[in-house]
């Protein structure tokens, strides 16, 4: 497995911005679905958005419709998570996860549909 290192998390005020951008570093010749996942302070784990191997396929948790955007490029292996309009409620620890497909248009929104996870990003969002 490539190592998943996702990076743009800081601290940010409510109702502003951020991209979080997930590199696999190092080569990889599979192709494979992302998703990002996140987690607040004494909560589970919870699904934000995947994207397929090909791009055209999304999908978004419905607490963040509208607000955030997955995408990847592939010639430069990363994902990205734009999110706009933040809310303090968005606060957590935010991951990006990998898997191997066959079919270029999978998407998959569990956690343990993921067998490759990177170490996770910081987003605090203050009031």
């Known amino acids: 497995q490539v190592p998943l290192v996702e990076s743009g998390g800081r601290l940010v005020q409510a109702g502003g911005s951020l991209r979080l951008s997930c590199a696999a570093s190092?080569?990889?010749?599979?192709?494979?679905?992302m998703g990002w996942f996140r987690q607040a302070p004494g909560k589970e784990r919870e699904f934000v958005a995947a994207?397929?191997?090909?791009?055209?396929?999304?999908n978004y948790a419905d607490s963040v419709k509208g607000r955030f955007t997955i995408s990847r490029d592939n010639g430069k292996n990363t994902v990205y998570l734009q999110m706009n309009s933040l809310k303090p409620e968005d606060t957590a620890v935010y991951y990006c996860?990998?898997?191997?497909?066959?079919?270029?248009?999978?998407?998959?929104?569990?956690?343990?549909?993921?067998?490759?996870w990177g170490q996770g990003t910081q987003v605090t969002v203050s009031s």
């Open positions: 996860a990998a898997r191997p497909v066959l079919v270029a248009g999978r998407i998959y929104e569990r956690m343990s549909e993921y067998d490759n």
């Open positions: 190092g080569r990889t010749s599979s192709t494979y679905a």
């Open positions: 994207i397929s191997w090909s791009g055209g396929n999304t």
